[in-house]
């Protein structure tokens, strides 16, 4: 059944008693359970037909009332076949239902889990950091990329270095450091280390 007749849904016992009778209530139900119910489909156009083992044939149109359903055995009014047919009908819906529900929960969760695997490979690893030497860890042959001293804050010092360190440099630049050129490459030294001067060849006397 494609479609959902709502209105024979919310028929029920006591509302199919009082559209006909109490006994042909309970007669038709106990056909029903025993197996001896009616075969119901739902058409196109909304009508429910029922076939009945003992060859009776009923039918409800969409948007009339039960009691103007028609019924192929003589009995007149809403007879037991017409009851059977809507008890047919709200059983065969609540057997789809639960059908239905496990295929649109798993049909849920492969959804979930295709979302999650998506976001997972759209999600990139970040890139490795730069190296002292300006290239990338981990990648042989990565491209140099201009680097500064100045691109590192007390924070990225403190976590890297600790605070005992980074204490005892602030007090070694605050006394200063000495400097000296060996060459054409300049050097720090250490703040304890005295500067001097390579000593210059004494000119020798001519005769």
């Not at 017409?82 to 065969?92: D, N, S």
């Not at 999650?116 to 140099?144: H, K, V």
């Not at 010092?157 to 360190?165: Q, S």
């Amino acid at each position: 059944m494609s479609a959902t007749r709502s209105d024979l849904l919310a028929l029920d016992a006591d509302t199919l008693a009082a559209l006909a009778n109490r006994g042909l209530v309970k007669r038709a139900t106990r056909e029903l359970e025993s197996g001896a119910g009616a075969s119901v489909a739902l058409g196109a156009d909304g009508e429910v037909s029922a076939s009945f083992p003992d060859g009776s044939r009923s039918a409800l149109p969409a948007g009339v009332p039960l009691e103007a359903g028609t019924c192929s055995c003589p009995a007149p009014g809403v007879c037991r076949h017409l009851v059977g047919l809507v008890l047919a009908y709200q059983a065969a819906a609540r057997s789809q239902a639960q059908t239905q529900a496990p295929a649109s929960a798993s049909a849920q969760t492969q959804t979930q889990t295709q979302t999650q695997t998506a976001d997972r490979a759209g999600s990139a690893p970040p890139p490795p950091p730069p190296l002292l030497d300006g290239t990338a860890a981990g990648i042989p042959g990565a491209e140099q990329l201009p680097w500064s001293p100045a691109e590192f804050d007390d924070a990225a010092l403190l976590a890297a270095f600790g605070r005992p360190a980074l204490t005892a440099a602030r007090r070694a630049w605050q006394r200063g450091c000495g400097r000296r050129c060996s060459g054409w490459t300049p050097s720090i030294r250490p703040p304890r280390w005295s500067c001097r001067a390579a000593p210059s060849a004494s000119p020798s006397r001519t005769a």
